[in-house]
């Protein structure tokens, strides 16, 4: 089982930019679908983009398309979010987890992912 901490979070401005990292335990990152979830205070889990276990596809929400971009690293067990022109809707605590079907890419549902970390606060001011 995936043991997943991430980091890179932290208090911006509008308009700035922030890397997302994730660093996974063990061998089998590179067999994992992978995605990143949000949320934010009171509201549910929001589906953020999702990587493919090769990295030859990815997906993205509406509301971050153009300005998130997922990346994969499986030689170094490190999934990225690169979040550039950053609003304060962005503002969320941030969670990379694992597909719980494997390579398989799921599909948008923060059920079919798991298990979850602590996750990473990301705070943009305006």
């Known amino acids: 089982q995936l043991q997943l901490v991430e980091s890179g979070g932290g208090l911006v401005q509008a308009g700035d930019s922030l890397r997302l990292s994730c660093t996974a335990s063990?061998?089998?990152?590179?067999?994992?679908?992978m995605a990143w979830f949000r949320q934010a205070p009171g509201k549910d889990n929001e589906f953020v983009s999702a990587i493919t276990d090769i990295g030859d596809y990815s997906y993205y929400a509406d509301s971050v398309k153009d300005r998130f971009t997922i990346s994969r690293d499986n030689a170094k067990n490190t999934l990225a979010l690169q979040m550039n022109a950053l609003k304060p809707e962005d503002t969320a605590v941030y969670y990379c987890v694992p597909s719980r079907r494997g390579s398989y890419y799921p599909g948008r549902s923060d059920s079919d992912y798991g298990p979850w970390g602590q996750g990473i606060q990301v705070t943009v001011s305006s």
């Open positions: 063990g061998r089998t990152f590179g067999s994992y679908a």
